[in-house]
Every structure is written in structure tokens, then in C-alpha cells.
């Protein structure tokens, strides 16, 4: 079983920064992909980022690369979304979602999701 928890969301001004959690708690992290995705309203959920665990292999779409960094914590069992440099453009509910096997943007390949946490950017 596939537990994920986000946490760090917040209202920001614009040029801000915030850093998300994504907590993992499950067996086996053999070929394990952590991606965040986010979705505003009105709109499809859409990719953001992704890594693979045990390679640290990462991905980034184009409207957030250059501004965002993904990383992990081995010993904390968690991935973490540094984001910066934010638009309002950005505001969203942020997903921490997880599959097993290759690295993809396409969140309906993820089948593990966290219950989302609100990033909010004003201008």
C-alpha cells in the first residue's frame, strides 16, 4: 500500500517561494517515480514535475523549469518541490502522485495520489 501526504502549501505574493512535501509511505521504493502535478479551477491537472527515486532522474515541464527543483530525502522517505520565482499564474491545488515504473507526465499512469494541498500566488 501507497501513502502519500503532502504538506506546505501557502498564499504567496508574486517572486515569492514556497517548498511542498510529499511524504511517501510504502514497501518497496524499486522503481519507484514521485511526480507533482497540479490543477486550477477550471482547468485539466496538468504535469509539474517528476523523479525517479532510485536514479534521480528528473523532469520538469516548460512553464516551470529554471523556476522549480525537485529533490528527495532518502532518509525521510519524502520529495520535496522547491518553487520559485511564482506567478499567479502558478496558483493551484498541488498533487504529490506516485507510480512504479518509467518516468512519465501523463498523470492518469500514476495510480497512488495525495490528497492535495492549495498554492495561492497574488499579484
Known amino acids: 500500500q501507497v501513502q502519500l501526504v503532502e504538506s506546505g502549501g501557502g498564499s504567496v505574493q508574486t517572486g515569492g517561494s514556497l517548498r511542498l512535501s510529499c511524504a511517501a509511505s510504502?514497501?518497496?521504493?524499486?522503481?519507484?517515480?514521485v511526480g507533482w502535478f497540479r490543477q486550477a479551477p477550471g482547468k485539466e491537472r496538468e504535469f509539474v514535475s517528476a523523479i525517479r527515486w532510485n536514479t534521480f532522474t528528473k523532469y520538469y515541464s516548460d512553464s516551470v523549469k529554471g523556476r522549480f527543483t525537485i529533490s528527495r530525502d532518502n532518509s525521510q522517505n519524502t520529495v520535496y518541490l522547491q518553487m520559485g520565482s511564482l506567478k499567479p499564474e502558478d496558483t493551484a491545488v498541488y498533487y504529490c502522485?506516485?507510480?512504479?515504473?518509467?518516468?512519465?507526465?501523463?498523470?492518469?499512469?500514476?495510480?497512488?495520489w495525495g490528497q492535495g494541498t492549495q498554492v495561492t500566488v497574488s499579484s
Open positions: 502522485a506516485a507510480r512504479f515504473g518509467p518516468l512519465v507526465d501523463n498523470f492518469a499512469s500514476y495510480d497512488h
Open positions: 510504502l514497501r518497496t521504493f524499486s522503481g519507484l517515480v
